[in-house]
């Protein structure tokens, strides 16, 4: 088992950034990929970041691309999400979630674990 706890929401300007984390504890020494998905209101969960294993292979939905950048912390298995130029619609719950493997996922059915979701809301 593998547990996720998410940090740092809040809410921000629009242009503005926030740094999102995710401590993983319990089984952190099998492989796992690692990723963060976002839910608006009355909108279905969507992909937003992954990052395999090594760190060495990030993947980004298009909406986010060059402006958030996934990454792992240097504790091992702990994960983050820098938020920059944020706009309303990046409103959402955040949530981190990992599965097992070493590359890298965009589809939910591959994360096994999840975190309970911290909330960002970007104000105009």
């Known amino acids: 088992q593998v547990q996720l706890v998410e940090s740092g929401g809040g809410l921000v300007q629009a242009g503005g950034s926030l740094r999102l984390s995710c401590a993983a504890s319990?089984?952190?020494?099998?492989?796992?990929?690692m990723g963060w998905f976002r839910q608006a209101p009355a909108k279905e969960r969507q992909f937003v970041a992954s990052?395999?294993?090594?760190?060495?292979?990030?993947y980004y939905s298009d909406f986010v691309k060059g402006r958030f950048t996934i990454g792992r912390e240097k504790v091992e298995n702990n994960l983050y999400l820098q938020m920059n130029s944020l706009k309303p619609e990046d409103t959402a719950i955040y949530y981190c979630?990992?599965?097992?493997?070493?590359?890298?996922?965009?589809?939910?059915?591959?994360?096994?674990?999840w975190g309970q979701g911290t909330q960002v809301t970007v104000s105009s």
């Open positions: 990052i395999s294993r090594s760190g060495g292979i990030r």
């Open positions: 319990g089984r952190t020494g099998s492989n796992y990929f």
């Open positions: 979630a990992a599965g097992s493997g070493t590359y890298y996922s965009t589809s939910q059915e591959q994360y096994g674990y």
